[in-house]
């Protein structure tokens, strides 16, 4: 096994030991071992506890080679609480750490999962990676766009296994439709839209119920802050920003990084795309004012170097009038309603006489899952009993390019600012984005397409009328319609 106290003096950066700090254990399960996985709960709180503890308690009982041996929380309420729970569940006695790293450093760990809030999330996951550990992190991936590049790199180079948690990813229609739009079923793609609607009398996570047992003798105040990392600023303890810390823009992004990320990372899946080329994110406090940060209605708009647009919307204060999930092209539309339970989708076609191709509406089946968490945390394990990265529904890479779109819609919310991105540097100076499609249109093309596209020029080039041969620009008095000349 990796030297975890090793790990904890030095801090090699995942470059140095990615490829070294394979276990015996997962070499032995990569080479088909009954090994049982032995993992860490990393800030099993709310969806830490909900989700992460109770998907693997199930599995556990359902047979799974799996073994729940550590718990880190800072909350010893709900530390004692969730090894209780692993206890009586699977009838392992969990050790119970304050401090993640000891529980590396001390329970021969293969994988962990990660509960915390985001501005945990980066230093968690490269901590992990070094050690050697396959990793489940909850969404968002990081808090920032730059540490989402960054766990991208950390994670390529170490060969391990790491999944994000946004459970509709494990949903098959995504890659039915990808398989759809790059063999032209819509012809050329254009753009996607996409929402997360919520409503509330109390305000938005607010529901989070805060109680009397959360003090500063119950919580480490100071780690849960990170104020040895750095992760954030000094402040007096308050149960608020604690149990509600969505709703504060130092912990996390509110509605963009809560929500968003889940409706596009789906649809970042189902399209092929990843980062974008340019995002301007708008809205603002508009009623619920009850001391958040974090804005109560919200628009991003991410354009692709891949000529597509995506646009997400949505509200925290109406939810039964939804923009319904779509994915258009120039030949037709696919629509999927609201939310992640689908048991098919609609194929709306574009008029005969603009596509010149014979279309039927149709509804096109796919397989509903009834339980997307317990799919998504079956196929990390499949993936880490397999020792292959490329098995997870969501790697690091989508999880990059889904925090590329909501984060920076987020920060230029706030900064009044568009973003623009080169490959994993990203800037607010315009580098010519309008200039570079006009350009293109003056050329006469071509299209540029989705990743993986198959269909050639089907559905991406225009019919040209016989009148524009009257067009053009008169030289020297000239028609530029005159055949003679």
């Known amino acids: 096994m990796t030297d975890r106290r090793k790990f904890l003096q030095t801090s090699a950066t995942i470059a140095a030991v990615g490829t070294a700090t394979l276990s015996a254990k997962s070499a032995a399960a990569a080479a088909g071992s009954n090994e049982r996985m032995r993992i860490g709960f990393i ?5 830490g506890f909900g989700a992460h503890v109770k998907s693997l308690c199930e599995l556990h009982a359902a047979g799974r080679a799996i073994d729940l041996v550590g718990v880190a929380e800072v909350f010893q309420v709900q530390r004692d609480k969730v090894a209780d729970h692993i206890k009586n569940k699977t009838g392992t006695e969990p050790g119970r ?3 993640y790293r000891e529980m590396i450093e001390k329970e021969n760990l293969d994988a962990v999962c990660i509960g915390t809030p ?8 490269i901590d992990a990676l070094a050690a050697g550990l396959n990793v489940y992190c909850e969404k968002p991936m990081t808090k920032t766009v730059q540490e989402a590049f960054d766990v991208e790199d950390k994670w390529r180079a170490s060969g391990k296994v790491m999944q994000v948690g946004v459970q509709s990813t494990s949903l098959p229609v995504w890659d039915e439709v990808n398989k759809l739009l790059v063999d032209g079923k819509l012809g050329k793609v254009l753009g996607f839209q996409t929402e997360y609607f919520r409503n509330s009398d109390v305000g938005q996570w607010r529901y989070y119920k805060l109680t009397p047992d959360m003090t500063p003798k119950t919580v480490d105040w100071d780690r849960w802050l990170g104020r040895e990392h750095d992760l954030a600023e000094a402040m007096p303890f308050n149960r608020e920003v604690y149990k509600q810390w969505r709703r504060f823009w130092p912990f996390g992004s509110g509605m963009f990084t809560d929500l968003f990320v889940h409706r596009t990372t789906s649809m970042l899946k189902a399209t092929g795309l990843r980062v974008p080329g340019r995002v301007i994110g708008a809205g603002g406090i508009y009623l619920e004012y009850d001391g958040r940060g974090v804005p109560d209605v919200a628009t991003v708009v991410a354009d692709f170097n891949e000529g597509v647009q995506g646009l997400i919307t949505a509200t925290m204060c109406n939810e039964e009038s939804r923009v319904n999930q779509l994915i258009r ?3 037709g539309t696919f629509a999927f309603g609201n939310g992640e339970s689908f048991d098919g989708f609609d194929f709306i076609p574009e008029r005969g006489p603009v596509t010149h191709v014979r279309q039927e509406s149709e509804r ?3 397989v509903p899952v009834k339980n997307t968490t317990l799919a998504h945390f079956e196929n990390w394990l499949n993936a880490c009993e397999a020792n292959d990265p490329s098995m997870c529904n969501n790697q690091p890479d989508l999880g990059a390019a889904a925090m590329s ?20 540097q990203i800037t607010d100076q315009d580098p010519g984005w309008a200039a570079k499609w006009e350009a293109r249109s003056l050329a006469g093309g071509p299209a540029v397409h989705i990743p993986g596209w198959q269909a050639g020029d089907y559905g991406s080039t225009l019919n040209s009328p016989e009148y524009m041969k009257y067009g053009g620009p008169w030289i020297d008095g000239r028609d530029p319609a005159d055949s003679d000349q």
Request: charged content about 20%; hydrophobic content about 30%.
């Open 405 to 424: 779109v909501v984060n920076l819609g987020a920060q230029s919310y706030r900064e009044g600012k568009v973003f623009f991105v080169d490959g994993h």
């Open 364 to 366: 096109i089946a796919t």
């Open 43 to 47: 800030g099993p709180g709310g969806r």
């Open 97 to 99: 750490y304050v401090d």
């Open 118 to 125: 985001d501005h945990w999330h980066h230093k968690q996951t």
């Open 329 to 331: 092209g120039h030949f």
